[in-house]
């Protein structure tokens, strides 16, 4: 089943896929996203059959989302993404190539799958990354700037970092438990939780994480000035944590619990969430991903200094 939303992407990608879908070989239904939720609800219905099923998440970060939530824990039930969406962020574990490859449909249609941890944040289920810091807030505030005429949808993400970063201010204060470490309301820029490796439009904080070790790489960035923050984000985004020991904890385990005062942005796999209290850990249940054959989500990522 190809789950396609139409407002991922520019307006002539919906046409490109379909043009790819009356080609295919291998026989498939296809449906269509009317606004949120209904990916989820539609990988369900279809997921109340028995019979074994492939779900092609056609769309984004959130389109993907949707139909993870809708298929977790099924072990007849996989998924995987068709890049339609301006970000296609967990995608690129696969390598550089992975629009052209995840568009060869008949490929993708025959590749092998692998069962893929999933975070549960409040609930909510993510494959990829969460956030919580000005990081999230920009990419809450992205929305914002991305349906302006003339902006695309780098020039919306940079946009939102210069309103969140310059004049909202990086840090605010909060408290965060994660294995030995308890950070008491203080002043926070970055908490970040990765089980994939890409968020942000190709932040790669923590260039080892796998989907599937059994383990939730998460990164607190304390308080930092602007000037700080300017001179070491470009490292920060190429995984280089391990060299600021003083400026960035980690953690390497199943769950992180943070809370402040004032409502906390939160942004799961693209999808927006506010509240003071959060636990994020390790979910039970698990996601059935395919892939073409030779596209390596395990690849040794060669880190420069």
Not at 222 to 250: C, D, H
Not at 288 to 299: H, L, Q
Request: proline residues 5%.
């Amino acid at each position: 089943m190809f789950i396609i939303n139409p407002a991922a992407g520019k307006q002539e990608t919906t046409a490109q896929l379909e043009g790819l879908l009356s080609q295919v070989s291998f026989p498939h239904r296809v449906v269509y996203t009317k606004g949120e939720g209904d990916a989820q609800r539609l990988t369900q219905e279809a997921a109340a059959c028995p019979e074994p099923l492939r779900v092609y998440a056609c769309g984004g970060d959130g389109t993907l989302n949707e139909v993870v939530n809708g298929a977790a824990g099924l072990e007849h039930v996989a998924v995987t993404n068709v890049p339609k969406g301006t970000g296609n962020d967990f995608l690129k574990i696969f390598g550089p190539d992975y629009r052209e490859r995840f568009y060869d449909l008949e490929a993708l249609a025959q590749g092998p799958q692998r069962a893929f941890d999933l975070m549960d944040c409040n609930g909510k289920l993510g494959l990829d990354v969460v956030c919580a810091g000005v990081d999230a807030r920009i990419a809450a505030d992205v929305h914002r700037y991305k349906d302006l005429r003339f902006v695309s949808g780098m020039g919306a993400y940079v946009l939102s970092l210069v309103e969140n970063v310059f004049f909202k201010g990086i840090n605010r204060p909060m408290t965060v438990k994660m294995g030995d470490i308890s950070w008491d309301n203080r002043q926070t820029a970055i908490l970040c939780i990765c089980n994939g490796r890409y968020y942000g439009g190709g932040f790669m904080p923590v260039a080892e994480a796998m989907p599937d070790d059994g383990v939730l790489d998460m990164l607190l960035v304390r308080q930092v000035s602007l000037p700080t923050f300017l001179r070491l984000v470009g490292k920060y985004a190429k995984g280089l944590y391990r060299n600021y020991p003083e400026l960035i904890l980690e953690h390497h385990g199943k769950a992180v619990s943070f809370c402040a005062r004032e409502p906390v942005t939160v942004v799961v796999d693209g999808e927006v969430m506010v509240d003071t209290s959060f636990t994020v850990r390790l979910s039970e249940k698990k996601i059935n991903f395919f892939f073409p054959e030779g596209c390596d989500y395990r690849m040794e990522k060669k880190i420069s200094t």
